[in-house]
């Protein structure tokens, strides 16, 4: 009798041994099929976040482009295929750091304005890079869009307190429309004329 249950012992253990060591099979292979990928120089997990930045303009490949956190508008020159020849890349701000949903225009040589922008590291909006004085009495809403802290919005009230009031006597009057103040003047006075 002893040895009988000795024996349905000793089955019960390899039974339960064996069950328990397919289960730890099965959770090691999935632990392994969902884990993250590795980088191929150290081994750590790479699971870094991805930022999409829409290149145009004088470049060879103008598109959408994905980028980690980490690249530069240089970086994003490159991956377009670099600059047209008829390119003005010197615009650009190169060492900027890109961020999600940033469009980076590459303006051409050929003179007047540029409407190329690029973040402002500081204030995490887009500045843009004007080549020429914009006249704030006769510029539209897409030249005064342009200018750097100037968005839509701002640029209609330009307008609209234009038509209003008359033309600006002096560049320093732009300060009277609403929403500019002095910071925001500072940004772009050596951009503009009257």
Known sequence: ????????AFIFSVVFAVVCGIGVSIAVYFA?????????ETGAVFNEPKIKVHV???V????????????RVQDA???AGGALENADPDKLNLASILKDGQTIIVASKSGGQSDSKTP???????TAQVSGKVNIN????????????????LAERIISYRK???????????????????????QFKEYICN
């Open 56 to 58: 145009k303009g004088e």
């Open 120 to 126: 402002d590291p500081e204030n995490n909006t887009m």
């Open 32 to 40: 392994e099929v969902n884990k993250p990928p590795e980088t191929a």
């Open 1 to 8: 009798m002893k040895d009988t249950e000795k024996l349905k």
């Open 60 to 71: 060879k490949n103008p598109g959408i482009y994905e980028f980690t956190t980490d690249k």
């Open 164 to 186: 209003e009031n008359g033309n600006f006597k002096k560049i320093e009057d732009i300060i009277n429309v609403s929403g500019i103040g002095e910071k925001k003047f500072e």
């Open 77 to 79: 020159l490159d991956a």
């Open 138 to 153: 006769t510029a539209d809403v897409n030249q005064l869009d342009a200018l750097p802290g100037i968005g839509p919005s």
